[in-house]
């Protein structure tokens, strides 16, 4: 039996037995079996797109210097902030889906303990199946915890979602960065929200933002860029944890390409949603990154499935 479809059965028998004895939806991480994994450590050099095209998308890029940190971050635009509460429960004191992802946050930590963990991607087979959602709350989950410095990027350049969560601007974003009409600073946002209490605020107070911009049909080009392997090498020395959100990698191959800059990759799968075929070609794609596990996110108010990118999702019975 594939250890792929072991996890998401054994992640599936445990939501079904929580469901039993709570309200709550649940979100549960199963850790890929080590000899599962690809283990070896990310290059260094910065990753070179495969595309002709790439020359012309990005103009010799702006130099990304090493300086300190906290001036870095003094210099990011504050914007004000008009955060989804309902899709953001990590801001939220207490609560089932708060404790939900500070068990993943825990898991994550444990796992940097041992390997170098500092860059995540999160992504999915498909649309819908809330990669977004979970990687918006485990930014804000990492960001309250011993006020952690947190970088969390929209990586999904062709359908950006995570500022409709922040309530934050899309541009200017990750696009702009890696066509190099904009630098590292400029891209980057903080937030306040008037009138929130001191958990919106702590949770919001060490977060930084990259929207994706306006990227649209140049997203493939763009993500194979080296400017974003640039970045992220950059954003180390000023963030504790960076968290990118991506497209789906069975639909395009922007986060595959997103993937190889990172230290290691979430898969998020839907309980009662996501095919084992779906997830196993999820992580075929990502075969040449560190896939640390599944996470089975089974938020029951979910939007229904729909067309992606101008195909239509494939309809699950």
């Known amino acids: 039996m594939s250890k792929i479809y072991e996890a998401l059965l054994r992640a599936e028998q445990d939501r079904v037995a929580l469901s039993e004895t709570t309200d709550s939806p649940?979100?549960?991480?199963?850790?890929?079996?080590?000899?599962?994994?690809?283990?070896?450590?990310?290059?260094?050099?910065?990753?070179r797109s495969a595309s002709r095209f790439a020359s012309d998308l990005s103009p010799a890029p702006t130099a990304i210097r090493k300086s300190d940190p906290v001036a870095v971050l003094t210099k990011v635009r504050t914007y004000t902030w008009d955060p989804s509460f309902k899709q953001l429960p990590s801001l939220e004191p207490r609560g089932s889906s708060v404790e939900q992802f500070r068990s993943l946050r825990s898991r994550m930590q444990e796992f940097r303990e041992n390997h170098t963990l500092k860059s995540i991607l999160i992504s999915s087979g498909h649309p819908q199946e809330g990669k977004s959602f979970v990687a918006a709350n485990l930014a804000i989950s990492f960001a309250r915890h011993k006020a952690s410095r947190v970088l969390l990027i929209d990586g999904d350049m062709r359908r950006p979602s995570l500022h409709k969560l922040l309530g934050a601007p899309c541009d200017p974003g990750l696009s702009e960065f890696l066509s190099g009409k904009a630098d590292m600073q400029e891209v980057m946002q903080r937030g306040r929200v008037p009138g929130s209490g001191n958990q919106v605020t702590s949770g919001l107070a060490s977060l930084t933002f990259i929207a994706g911009g306006m990227g649209g049909d140049k997203a493939a080009d763009l993500s194979g860029n080296h400017r974003f392997d640039d970045l992220i090498t950059a954003a180390r020395d000023h963030f504790d944890w960076?968290?990118?959100?991506?497209?789906?990698?069975?639909?395009?191959?922007?986060?595959?390409?997103?993937?190889?800059?990172?230290?290691?990759?979430?898969?998020?799968?839907?309980?009662?949603?996501?095919?084992f075929?779906?997830?196993?070609?999820?992580?075929?794609?990502?075969?040449?990154?560190?896939v640390l596990g599944f996470v089975?996110?089974?938020?029951e108010d979910s939007p229904e499935r729909s067309g992606y990118y101008g195909y239509d999702s494939p309809t699950e019975e």
Not at 259 to 271: S, T
Not at 277 to 290: D, F, P, T, Y
Not at 296 to 299: D, Q
Request: some cysteine; overall charge negative; glycine content about 6%.
């Open 277 to 290: 075929e779906a997830a196993q070609r999820a992580l075929n794609e990502l075969k040449a990154s560190n």
């Open 26 to 47: 649940a979100l549960l991480f199963e850790p890929l079996p080590l000899e599962a994994r690809n283990t070896q450590p990310r290059s260094t050099e910065p990753q």
């Open 296 to 299: 089975l996110n089974a938020v």
């Open 242 to 275: 960076i968290i990118v959100d991506s497209s789906p990698v069975n639909l395009v191959s922007d986060g595959v390409n997103l993937a190889r800059a990172c230290d290691g990759v979430l898969l998020v799968a839907r309980g009662g949603v996501t095919k």
